[in-house]
């Protein structure tokens, strides 16, 4: 066999191994670029692996438009409440070890949240329980407004700020209703905390970051990685502008389990591809998989959950669970999260699919962003 059609075998081989499109893939570029031009972002990242094999990782646009720097495939981002999945799995990494149980009141590992009430002044038929807070079910705010500016200024320890929520009244019965729920998720975080012993973001760093090899994944960056970060930019009437927006949060004392990670497309990509891969990566198990089984099905039943038609939700995760919920033309059983900032991950197990979509835009249509619509879509399309 001639010299040059050796070199080009392992490129065959490596398309043939993710099972897409390349027709499909080109046109999902195309479209990268078409919400560069358009002006409906500053830049983009795009990650898509099947069978956990790479089948496109590319940037288009700016990292920083006004400075004239490139968004480049290793770029950071805040991703928001796509870190929410992951205070769920420290949770379930605890519970694996018997420290936790997902049916334990929240009040047997943070006594400040006994004897809370109902919004009417009534006690509630039960404490909300860890489940609950995973599901969304609990009851709990979303904010409050005593910290209104919390995430913002992140100037309260985790510990301080969970007291806080705690003093709060439910809005319903826990169990009873679906509510999108931030102090519920940085309450999680604080049962971490007190659980093991260690500061809700090492535990993480130790437990999960480092052993997958997410070295661009951090609460609080260091200096050395801020000119990797995403500039913000935010919509104003037809116009793309820099928001103005602290990138690095520098002094940041609060990790926010509900929203406070930055990261990278591949380093969320190897979280997802861990999860899909029944919990194990590198050759270390980081959850069983019957822990991921229960942690990515349906907990919420027919209650009405999430922020999309078809959609329930699981254990920190969003989940498809009917047809209404395959308007992006992926799976039943598809889990994902996205983030306030245009950032998204989900996971397709019928397909065996992850994928990434990073961008750094205020607005408040969140994972409904055209741009979510048209990347899901034309990754299922270029499935063959």
Known sequence: MRAWMLALLPAVLFAADHGMDPVMLDKMRARMQQFVDQGKTAGLVVLIQRHGV?????????????????????????????????????????AEEGLVGLGDPVEKYLPE??????????????????????????????????????????????????????????????????????????????????????????????????????????????????????????????????????????????????????????????FYQMMLDGGVARGKRFLSKAAVEVMRRNHTGDLKAGFAPGFGYGLSWGVIKDADGLFRMNSIGTYGHGGAYRTYGWVDPSRDVVGVVMQQRQSRDGDMADEFNAMMTVSAAAIR
């Open 54 to 94: 790479t089948a496109i990782h590319e940037a288009r646009g700016w990292q920083d438009r006004e400075n004239k720097v490139a968004m480049k495939t290793s770029s950071i981002f805040q991703i928001a409440s796509m870190t929410k999945p992951i205070t769920g799995t420290a949770i379930m990494m605890l």
């Open 113 to 270: 949240f006994r004897g809370m009430l109902l919004a009417t002044g009534a006690k509630p038929h039960r404490a909300p329980t860890l489940r609950d807070l995973l599901t969304h079910t609990s009851g709990m705010a979303g904010s409050v407004p005593a910290l209104a500016d919390l995430f913002q200024k992140r100037d309260r320890t985790l510990a301080q700020a969970v007291l806080v929520f705690s003093q709060q009244r439910l809005a319903f019965e826990p169990g009873a209703r679906w509510s999108y729920s931030n102090t519920g998720i940085a309450a999680l975080g604080r049962i971490v905390e007190v659980v093991s012993g260690q500061p809700f973001e090492k535990f993480l760093a130790e437990r999960l970051f480092a052993p997958l090899g997410m070295n661009d994944t951090f609460f609080f960056v260091p200096e050395d990685r801020y000119p990797r970060i995403a500039a913000m930019y935010a919509m104003s009437g037809e116009k793309l502008e820099r928001a103005e927006f602290d990138l690095h949060r520098k002094g940041a004392i609060y990790p926010a389990p509900e929203g406070g990670l930055y990261s990278t497309a591949a380093d969320m990509a190897a």
